[in-house]
């Protein structure tokens, strides 16, 4: 795979890869967007794309106000079809202007806690400080105006991780490094919890220490 940092389709593309070769995504279960500098526009994932075979030409420049094709610099408007959950990712980034980059990814942990009924418990000082909180949105038909709407309205709060019940997972953050770290830890987080499930122990599951907990809300400069 060629990476150029550069550029936020190979970054994205980066991502891709990473996630289908980690197993968080069966072919092309998912989509990615990244806000483009300067522009009241986002990079976003073609209809059908496979993430793991994303290149510069696999995304469609859109503008974020009316979800019309955007004109990026020179670029004349691209012609490949949004992902048809354009609709969620234009609704994060109005919601959240403090939002670069949107993962949405099926993985498969994660889901299956949520048809268990199960939440995703934050274990490690990596879960608590990528994470911090993981909300679940209440099941909506995939691609539609209504699950678009109430995710974004759960994330306004600053919420950047959240499970679309029996759907998938949407992380953010502002860099398309950051929200790739969420969604690693995510589905990290989630297997353990269901490894705890799986051997009878959820209820001895311990939680991040407030400790550490208490140290995320007071300082930003804590680093893991």
């Not at 994303?54 to 955007?70: Q, W, Y």
């Not at 678009?148 to 949407?170: E, N, P, Y």
């Not at 269901?194 to 599951?205: D, I, P, T, V």
Request: with cysteine.
């Amino acid at each position: 795979m060629n990476y150029v940092p550069g550029d936020l389709r190979d970054q994205l593309a980066h991502v891709g890869y990473d996630v289908v070769q980690s197993g968080l995504v069966v072919g092309s279960g998912g989509n990615l967007s990244a806000r483009i500098p300067d522009e009241d526009a986002i990079w976003v994932t073609a209809s059908g794309s496979w993430l793991d075979r994303l290149s510069r030409g696999t995304f469609a420049p859109v503008r974020i106000v009316d979800g019309e094709p955007a004109t990026v610099g020179a670029l004349p408007p691209a012609r490949v079809e949004p992902t048809s959950e354009l609709a969620l990712h234009l609704a994060l980034y109005r919601a959240r202007p403090d939002v670069n980059a949107v993962v949405h990814l099926h993985p498969q942990t994660a889901l299956l806690l949520d048809a268990l009924g199960e939440h995703i418990r934050i274990v490690t000082t990596d879960h608590a400080f990528y994470l911090r909180r993981v909300s679940t949105v209440p099941f909506r038909l995939p691609g539609g105006p209504e699950v678009a709407a109430l995710t974004a309205a759960m994330a306004a709060d600053g919420t950047d991780c959240l499970v679309l019940s029996h759907h998938g997972c949407v992380v953010m953050g502002d860099s398309v490094e950051l929200a790739h770290k969420r969604a690693r830890n995510l589905e990290e987080a989630a297997q353990l919890t269901y490894r705890a499930l799986a051997a009878g122990r959820l209820e001895n599951l311990r939680d991040c220490p407030e400790e550490f907990l208490d140290r995320l809300s007071g300082s930003a400069a804590v680093s893991v």
